[in-house]
């Protein structure tokens, strides 16, 4: 590791996923968000009228909703919204054989290491870029056996019932205000169905990169997993950075089916350029088990709170969250569970790390309903602060209306301890490699959940961190 | 979110018959310049907030809007009060038997205070004890230091109605180094039904001092809606010790609201107990500040819950100095539709370094339709520090209960013991004399009583 420099700079030199690929898009909107804007995405995508009507009708829930005054600081939000673009095509159409994916672009997904990691471990693997989906495969077995893995928009053309069916009812467009902007501007993301039955062993995994400057991304992913099926879905976020403001704001819904299993991970690290504010919600249906692991390293400021609705007997639901904030960066994460039926479980494990001028925050929701009887519920948050002028924070809502309920929450919050320290420096371990090892053990029991290569990545992410972070 | 533009244009937001401009002049008629500007002050912040609602994250729970009737409300009538003690209501004489020893004894009936006794030793060593419209005239310069500065009419609406409107309370100083080894005991009773009572409290303790302040409001049940809005302002000096605790036993129909801060100044200690048990409404905002190094305070809560009760206790423990800790322990227990809520927030300052801070809350459940809501809080800007939290529900420890049905006890015997053992905790923290007897005496009555 290179001696006598400054975390800072180190920083921005090892943010490995900084480099723009030369590309010309086939199209390209104007800036801003407008219904001009909304009517050219869908006459792209050459939709359904009703589609059309979905997306102009989000498009004035957009508008008639305040910016939250909650969460993130989102003041300069409405300036940076006007300058970016909401539409941007990469290419015609998407493919499915590697080698028709445009050489430039190729270059940028080989870079980040796709090619190799479908080869070796994955059942299938997406890859969007700027505003769409340049390439979608899954492996032949699983196509065989009925699964699905499409964009987002061939989900719409090819199985138009089944999307209708379930598109926009897990997330309302007016949830929320992002959640009515990407109603109106969606493009991109995954369509993904897994038959009764079906258990894939492998992950599918997309890969979600933004290239150009001031460019706005709003990924949309509609997830099925019917009646005792299996599957792992993998997100990857990355993009260069720039000195102008970038955004992504994404709506993830999914459907757990009566007794399915389903793991949802996400490694965001998007440049520290970026406004991430994605809505991510699960409905969980009888005896089945959702799991969302969220790892949030990158952005300037991401607010994301992934959800279970636990809306069958014996549902179970668990979030693991894990947040990484250095200087200029707030991560404002966490996660809902709602629990609506008997005897459903859930848990929330968040282990969050502040740098420098880094700020996290947890932010949670448990709430058992009236009849939600012999709910069991327990959240745990841990921060770790790494300077004095680290900040972090703890916003948990316990709503219970059933007494025939037990829910815990606990909290703490500590800093590197200087006994620990002593410790490993006095068995001749230098400090800064002392420091990893802390925070390493910190996260563990969230880093072992995850894929080897997003494991290794994040150890090596907490060794260059740590490195003259001392003192 | 909430959209704020609507409730912004609407001025004088509770602006009744009663309350108005005229009642604020009434009220400051024949007292000092700076007392009627400080009231007049009051109401314009008053006119001027608008009415809290859920939208704001103080108030998600409790929507005022709803459970607070201001405009039926008249202002508590003044001078009927019985100041022989033969007249007393025979309850609050019941209440004042239960006490034990103390340094002095305030009773408050109807807003004013009919009784004022101290231990002549400790007035001889300048313990004041008093009503605070006496102390107006006697120590002037004493009230004027901290009377609304410590809770200001900005703090909110309620606040600033308390302020501008306050039509007597309770003064307490205890000079440098004068230490207090019985509690102040005082007894509010309040008999008008549909009435609204604002009062204050201000207690102050020198540098070195120690003082207790034990208080209990009594009331019969009503038919209308009933107001007792009180601003309690504690200030402890350097080294001082400073407990206060307040047994709320009011009866049905009566919406209280309590507006606390406590300043503790360097190696000060505040402690706090706020018990709840009586009441329609119980709302509290409590603002610990560990203003010097070596400050601490202890902030303790208990409630039980009954019928439609609605209790809602909002704290914060503000950490702006190194070397500081506050410890706050919230502990219910809510039977047939009762529901509570309880938001707390530990905030600690950039530079608050090597800060203790802690916040426990639990409820229990005891029947289908409570329901209980809990937002502990952290906020935190200093890395050397050791903070968390924690937040349970749940229900009735079914295996403690069924260990002491096998020891012989019954059903109701049994749950009875489980509730004041869960509770017990809280009371066990701070054993002022005779507050554990009384409270678990009030708890055990509720127990008691079918459904």
């Known amino acids: ?471 | 979110m909430a959209d704020m533009a609507t409730t912004e244009s609407v001025t004088a937001e509770g602006v009744t018959e009663v309350f108005n401009a005229a009642a604020v002049k009434r009220l400051s008629t024949g007292e000092p310049e700076w007392l009627r500007e400080c009231r007049e002050h009051a109401w314009s912040v008053y006119e001027r907030t608008p009415m809290p609602n859920t939208r704001l994250e103080e108030w998600r729970y409790t929507d005022l809007n709803k459970v607070l009737q201001l405009a039926s409300l008249r202002l508590a009538e003044v001078e009927v009060a019985p100041g022989e003690s033969s007249a007393w209501p025979a309850r609050l004489h019941e209440t004042m038997k239960q006490d034990r020893e103390a340094s002095g004894h305030i009773v408050l009936i109807d807003g004013h205070v009919v009784h004022t006794d101290i231990d002549p030793a400790l007035a001889e060593q300048g313990v004041i004890l008093d009503s605070l419209h006496d102390a107006l005239g006697l120590y002037p310069e004493l009230v004027k230091e901290h009377l609304g500065r410590v809770v200001p009419a900005e703090d909110g609406k309620l606040e600033a109605l308390n302020m501008a409107l306050w039509a007597d309370g309770i003064f307490v100083y205890v000079p440098s180094t004068v230490r207090l080894e019985l509690p102040i005991r005082v007894t509010r009773w309040i008999s008008q039904s549909g009435a609204a009572y604002f009062s204050r409290v201000l207690i102050v303790a020198d540098a070195q001092s120690q003082v207790s302040y034990v208080e209990e409001v009594i009331s019969d049940d009503f038919n209308a809606q009933t107001l007792k809005s009180s601003a309690v302002e504690l200030v402890a000096g350097d080294g001082a010790v400073l407990q206060y605790v307040t047994v709320q036993r009011a009866g049905c129909g009566v919406f209280v609201h309590s507006a606390q801060r406590t300043l503790a100044e360097r190696d000060a200690r505040i402690d706090t107990l706020n018990v709840g048990l009586g009441g329609s409404v119980h709302r509290v905002d409590l603002n610990a500040k560990l203003l010097g190094p070596g400050a601490n305070s202890e902030m303790l809560g208990l409630y039980f819950g009954d019928g439609d009760q609605h209790f809602d206790f909002n704290t914060s423990q503000d950490h702006t100095e190194p070397n500081t800790g506050s410890d706050l322990l919230y502990k219910g227990a809510l039977d047939g539709v009762s529901r509570a809520v309880f938001r707390g927030i530990i905030r600690v300052l950039p530079g608050a370094q090597r800060t203790d801070a802690y916040q426990t809350n639990r409820n229990l459940l005891l029947s289908s339709g409570a329901r209980a809501d809990s937002l502990p809080n952290l906020e935190i800007e200093a890395d050397d520090v050791k903070c968390s939290h924690g937040a349970t529900i749940g229900e009735l420890d079914t295996e403690a209960k069924f260990y002491l049905m096998s020891r012989g006890l019954d059903r109701v015997q049994a749950e009875r013991l489980v509730v004041l053992g869960f509770l017990g905790e809280v009371l066990s923290r701070l054993p002022l004399g005779g507050v554990i007897e009384k409270v678990t005496g009030a708890i055990e009555e509720k127990l008691s009583q079918p459904g």
């Open chain 1, 1 to 471: 590791m290179p001696q006598n420099e400054t975390i800072q700079g180190l920083d921005l030199d090892e943010y490995k996923y900084d480099f723009v690929t030369e590309t010309e898009p086939v199209y390209r909107a104007q800036r801003g968000l407008s219904e001009e804007v909304v009517r050219q995405i869908s006459a792209h995508k050459e939709e359904p009228e009703w589609m059309l009507d979905f997306r102009l009708k989000a498009l004035a829930v957009y508008e008639s909703k305040p910016m939250p005054k909650w969460g993130g600081d989102l003041d300069g939000l409405e300036n940076v919204l006007d300058e970016i673009y909401f539409y941007v095509r990469p290419q015609d159409r998407m493919q499915h054989s590697w080698d028709d994916v445009p050489d430039e672009i190729k270059d940028t997904f080989e870079k980040l290491g796709i090619p190799e990691a479908e080869r070796e471990v994955l059942a299938g693997v997406g890859a969007q870029y700027e505003s769409e989906m340049v390439y979608h495969s899954l492996r032949e077995e699983w196509e065989k056996q009925g699964v699905i893995f499409d964009s987002i928009e061939d989900g719409l053309k090819n199985h138009p019932e089944l999307f209708r069916e379930h598109f926009g009812t897990i997330i309302p467009t007016a949830d929320n205000k992002f959640s009515a902007m990407n109603s109106a501007v969606w493009s991109g993301g995954s369509f993904v169905y897994i038959p009764k039955g079906v258990s894939l062993d492998t992950p599918l995994q997309a890969y979600f990169r933004v290239n150009q400057e001031r460019m706005g991304q709003f990924e949309r992913t509609l997830i099925i997993v019917d009646e005792g099926a299996q599957a792992h879905y993998i997100e990857g976020c990355t993009a260069p950075v720039y000195s102008t403001e970038s955004f992504h704001s994404g709506v993830i819904e999914i459907v757990v089916k009566k007794n399915a299993r389903f793991r949802y991970t996400t490694i965001q690290n998007w440049s520290n350029n970026m406004y991430n504010l994605v809505t991510q919600r699960a409905i969980v249906e009888e005896g089945a088990h959702m799991e969302w692991l969220d790892g949030n390293l990158g952005s300037k400021l991401t607010m994301k709170y992934p959800s279970c609705y636990l809306m069958g007997e014996g549902a179970h639901g668990e979030i693991l969250s894990i947040a990484y904030s250095g200087d200029g960066q707030h991560q404002d994460t966490g996660g809902k569970v709602i629990h609506a039926a008997p005897h459903t479980t859930s848990s929330i494990v968040s282990k969050s790390i502040s740098k420098g001028h880094g700020r996290s925050t947890y932010r949670g929701l448990l709430k058992v309903h009236e009849g939600a009887h012999h709910a069991r519920s327990n959240v745990e948050c841990d921060a770790l602060l790494i300077n004095d002028t680290s900040r972090t924070d703890t916003y948990p809502y316990i709503e219970i209306e059933e007494n025939d309920a037990n829910v815990g929450h606990e909290a703490s919050v500590s800093r590197i301890g200087e006994e620990q320290l002593f410790y490993l420096t006095s068995r001749g371990i230098a400090e800064d490699e002392a420091m990893a090892m802390i925070v390493r053990g910190f996260i563990e029991p969230i880093a072992k959940e995850l894929p080897l290569e997003y494991a290794v990545e994040l150890n090596r992410l907490i060794e260059l961190e740590m490195e003259g972070s001392v003192g």
